[in-house]
């Protein structure tokens, strides 16, 4: 059975920074893409960014310059460090994996409040 859990959510202040992990048990995670998701109170769930098998990255135009996704396979973790940090960006995180085509997984999310 695939696991995500995630952690390294909280509270910061404008302009801080956090970085959110990701572990994943399970499964073979050096062949998934994976991808960080956030859902703020009333909006739709929305992905922030990505990354494949190979590294290559992809991120929403909100968080480009502000946030990096990595992955450290050795550990089965893939993170999200995020830096110039808005109130806009409070909002449950949430982690996924690409399994396979068509079939997906999600950890149980971590809040995120950015806030003086």
């Known amino acids: 059975q695939v696991q995500l859990v995630e952690s390294g959510g909280g509270l910061v202040q404008p302009g801080g920074s956090l970085r959110l992990s990701c572990a994943v048990s399970?499964?073979?995670?050096?062949?998934?893409?994976m991808k960080w998701f956030r859902q703020a109170p009333g909006k739709q769930r929305e992905l922030v960014a990505a990354?494949?098998?190979?590294?290559?990255?992809n991120y929403a135009d909100s968080v480009k310059g502000r946030f990096t996704i990595s992955r450290d396979n050795t550990k089965k973790t893939v993170y999200l460090q995020m830096t110039k940090l808005k109130p806009e960006d409070t909002a449950v995180y949430y982690c996924?994996?690409?399994?396979?085509?068509?079939?997906?997984?999600w950890g149980q999310g971590t809040q995120v409040t950015v806030s003086s």
């Open positions: 399970g499964s073979m995670f050096s062949t998934h893409g």
């Open positions: 990354i494949t098998s190979g590294n290559s990255t």
């Open positions: 996924n994996a690409d399994l396979m085509p068509g079939i997906w997984a």
